[in-house]
């Protein structure tokens, strides 16, 4: 379901009538034909997602989730009403923006189908638990500070859309809080770095070029130039779910990431665009060995070393280089 035909259908839903004392009440239609999961709107003319999970049974009902603009009510106890249908009885699990802002009610609407297609036709509640989780955490990140430059993801989520194979792309992208690595799985690593300068020049860190023993680093380097008629971070990651479609929760993954780094900066960012052709013509990979660093050992109390490597004069690495790698660089070519 495309954008506009999701905010026409929830315009459409009338306010229910107040519930009983023993169960709230909806109305909603379902999603899409295929989908089990219904579109509602409550007494307060919230948008929702309804994710029918069956009766509580054995395990314990969870306490709701409240976010400032999220709430997740489990295992709710709904009355609901569609147009020429009898009203309805059911337990189920409600994802409800309480937002006052029209921009976040509409970005929540907008994400419903990508949220109902990773969780399936399945009301298992270990995987409706960690799409949920996602949400969750995407919808803390709106009102955090950003946590990095827009430039550096832009140039992230360019490698995964131009990667041979983005779901290990994705799989292997920022896979444990704090890693040095933009990529990592296995003995390879992927770092990547963008800049506006030609000739190329980059920021590093000590730890960065100095990868574990055993392991391979390829640093991947763009050149980014800011154009109105470019491409954003969520132009680009349409472009990627295009590539993903049989694979939603790797989209709700890489979603969740985008908002991890931009916090409360999403909507500008919108307007943030870099020319993609020119960004990919600059596109090399580069083996860490070749990159001017700063030797080691480094002089007693010396620490936190960062400094700026000149790529004139490097050669980037061959495809062929790549025939004999691991999975990582496979995915890239």
């Not at 309805?88 to 929540?108: E, I, M, N, P």
């Not at 979603?255 to 870099?274: E, Y």
Request: hydrophobic share 40%.
């Amino acid at each position: 379901m495309k954008e506009p035909e999701i905010f026409k259908l929830f315009e459409s839903l009338p306010i229910p009538q107040p519930g009983s004392a023993s169960s709230c009440s909806f109305t909603a239609l379902p999603l899409s034909v295929r989908s089990s999961h219904k579109l509602g709107k409550d007494e307060g003319n919230c948008p929702c997602l309804l994710i029918a999970t069956g009766t509580a049974g054995k395990n314990p009902t969870r306490v709701p989730l409240v976010l400032e603009n999220l709430a997740v009510l489990f295992d709710l106890r709904c009355q609901i009403s569609s147009p020429g249908v009898a009203t309805q009885t059911g337990t189920f699990t409600v994802l409800k923006c309480v937002a006052a802002d029209a921009a976040v009610r509409s970005y929540f609407l907008s994400l419903l189908p990508g949220i109902s297609a990773a969780i399936g036709q399945t009301n298992e509640r270990s995987k409706v638990a960690a799409v949920i989780e996602d949400l969750v955490e995407l919808f803390r990140a709106l009102g955090a500070p950003p946590k990095n430059e827009i430039q550096g993801l832009w140039g992230e989520l360019l490698i995964i859309h131009e990667s041979k194979d983005p779901i290990a792309l994705t799989a292997a992208w920022r896979s444990q809080t704090g890693d040095c690595y933009d990529f990592n799985k296995g003995t390879e690593r992927i770092e990547v770095k963008t800049t506006t300068q030609k000739p190329r020049k980059h920021h590093f860190t000590l730890d960065q070029l100095n990868p574990p023993t055993g392991t391979r680093l390829l640093v991947a380097s763009v050149i980014v130039q800011r154009s109105g008629a470019g491409q954003s971070v969520f132009e680009l990651l349409a472009a990627i779910r295009q590539r993903t479609l049989r694979h939603p929760q790797v989209h709700l993954r890489i979603l969740r990431q985008l908002h991890d780094t931009l916090g409360n900066s999403w909507q500008s960012a919108r307007n943030v665009r870099f020319d993609y052709e020119a960004a990919v013509a600059s596109l090399h990979y580069y083996d860490s060995d070749q990159i001017p660093k700063v030797v080691l050992p480094l002089p007693e109390g010396v620490s936190q070393v960062s400094f700026v490597s000149d790529f004139r004069g490097l050669t980037p690495a061959s495809r062929k280089s790549f025939t004999n790698s691991g999975a990582l660089f496979r995915a890239l070519f």
